[in-house]
């Protein structure tokens, strides 16, 4: 069966970095589409963007320019997720989910908070 | 990028009800319009594809239509277990974009 497992829940510094993961199994990782969605407290979700895994090729939400970096590894089965600059404004849950143009499978999301 | 206005905000419901929940896209958005359903400290879990294409392991309680601009999402008997939030997203262009969603709580 499709499973997203995404790592742990980060309490991060402002200004720092962060990368968080989300390892796939139960389908071939390099056809479909990762995407990435956040979800501030209380707020409802936003599209991040999206890695296909299958070539490295990237969309991002000029949202989300310059605070996101998405990446895959094919040899581990496993979409990144780098933001960057953090600020108490990226405190969120962020998921990943499989897709492309709707969202079939989701992560479990991972809290980040960011605070001193 | 489309904006997606879900209406209600809230609405307070009794099981066994049906009840009818709308998502409007700030242009055309042919079909491409999907539902989603989150319950408190859970991921999102697709109900609809297409505006009304049915999802394997998907009550068939839930339903929906439309399309161009208006779409419903229709849950036809509810029950206590689908006191959640409900999210449309369309897929017609990127930025892909949500509603902000329309919560379901017990009258």
């Known amino acids: 069966q499709v499973q997203l497992q995404q790592s742990g829940t980060e309490l991060v510094k402002p200004a720092s970095s962060v990368k968080i993961s989300c390892k796939a199994s139960?389908?071939?990782?390099?056809?479909?589409?990762m995407h990435w969605m956040r979800q501030q407290p209380g707020n409802g979700l936003e599209w991040i963007g999206w890695v296909y895994p299958g070539n490295g090729n990237t969309k991002y939400n000029h949202k989300f320019d310059g605070k996101a970096t998405l990446t895959a590894d094919k040899s581990s089965s496993t979409a990144y997720m780098q933001l960057s600059s953090l600020t108490s404004e990226d405190s969120a849950v962020y998921f990943c989910?499989?897709?492309?143009?709707?969202?079939?499978?989701w992560g479990q999301g991972v809290m980040v908070t960011v605070s001193s | 990028d489309v904006v997606l206005t879900q209406s209600p905000a809230t609405l307070s419901v009794t099981p066994g009800e049906r009840i009818s929940l709308s998502c409007r896209a700030s242009e055309s958005v042919d079909t491409y319009l999907h539902w989603y359903q989150q319950r408190p400290n859970e991921s999102p879990r697709l109900l609809i594809k297409?505006?009304?294409q049915s999802i394997p392991g998907i009550p068939s309680r839930f339903s929906g239509s439309g399309s161009g601009t208006d779409f419903t999402l229709s849950i036809n008997g509810l029950e206590l277990e689908d006191l959640s939030i409900y999210y449309c997203q369309q897929g017609n262009s990127l930025p892909r974009t949500f509603g902000a969603g329309t919560k379901l709580e017990l009258k």
């Open positions: 989910a499989r897709g492309g143009n709707y969202f079939d499978y």
């Open positions: 297409y505006a009304s």
């Open positions: 139960g389908y071939t990782f390099t056809s479909y589409y």
